[in-house]
């Protein structure tokens, strides 16, 4: 049997070049995926918060929206979403009953009246606003990642 002998002249260097690199790849996701999540969350905003998706009331759903990039050592995530408690509801839909809080009210004719505390059985439709919103970046989430990986190994 034949034995194969290598000496790798200039390990160390290359080590080192490795390591350097892999910095600058991480360091080049973060940034690309900080830029993508903000663009995410702009566009949730823009293009699905102001009247298309969802009619502006009081703007507190498209307030909310923020965007967040996180780095554990071994994954990059970009998160782009809200607290807001009634946000899932427009997002997925509902059916079943809903507890309604007691509230005045106006009738046609200007007069007020109070409406007792009750439960209602409702059905709302889906109105997707971060979901369709990511899945019309989606191509460009990987290109744009791709893009940056690909120039930070150069």
Known sequence: MNNLR?????GEEVVHKLGETSGKV???????????SIRLMVSVKRDRLSGQ?????TGRLRRSIT????????????????????????EYGFK??????????SSKNGKSFSVRAHTKNVTL??????????ADMKSEIGTKINEALAQAAK
Request: glycine share 8%; charged share 20%.
């Open 125 to 134: 439709p889906e109105r997707s606003f971060m979901r369709t919103a990511l």
């Open 6 to 10: 290598a000496t790798l002249i200039g």
């Open 67 to 90: 965007q967040t990039v996180t780095d554990d050592g071994n994954r990059v995530t970009g998160y782009v979403g809200t607290v807001v408690e009634y946000a899932p509801i427009h």
């Open 26 to 36: 991480r360091k080049a996701l973060h940034a690309a995926i900080e830029r993508l």
């Open 96 to 105: 079943g009953a809903m507890n309604i809080r007691a509230h005045m009210r």
């Open 53 to 57: 998706a969802l009619n502006v009331r």
